[in-house]
């Protein structure tokens, strides 16, 4: 469990059962290069944000990624929830869950020169809290096999660059769910 401080990952290779960015105190992880491969990543802030970000290397995780939690005053409000900033590098992930247990935002933003592709085959968005993903850069790319937006909580998919790449999305049917696409 990681709270109050941050853990760089600059490259190499770590390997571990599960990691947990938070929960008492804001925490975060950085990772700029190397291999992180894990069963599960819980990033989950209660009073303050935790926050994962991934700008170069290769994420792993052969289970879940649970991401919700912090003090967000409004949807909006992305400094201060817990928060998976994708920025470059590679992500694997079985089964991605934004906003569950808390609200969470999962951000891929233009970054020039950067390429950042994401892989789940199960995305939930909203899952039982605020869930948004959104997805700005133009080097950006989501494969997902099923997509779920609004689970029984509220998501939000917003797109206005890069590629998503999905065989079944479900937007809404037993939570609140938006998908915006836009440029």
Known sequence: ???????????????????????????????????????????????????YELAGGTLGVTTNVVLGGGSAASPSDYLNMSSFWHEGGRATIQDLRVGSGG?????????????????????????????????????????ANTLVVGGIGSGRYEMSAGVLATTSVDVGTAGHGVFEHSG
Do not use: C, W
């Open 1 to 51: 469990s990681i709270s109050g401080v941050s853990v760089e990952l600059n490259g190499g290779s770590l390997t571990t059962s599960s990691i947990q960015v938070g929960p008492i105190g804001g925490a975060g992880f950085l990772q700029y290069g190397g291999t992180l491969t894990t069963s599960t990543l819980r990033i989950q802030g209660s009073e303050r944000a935790s926050r």
């Open 103 to 143: 609200t969470g935002v999962y951000h891929m933003p233009d970054v020039q020169f950067q390429t950042a592709e994401l892989i789940a085959p199960l995305m939930t968005v909203g899952v039982d809290a605020q869930g948004t993903f959104l997805q700005s850069g133009v080097n950006t790319r989501v494969t």
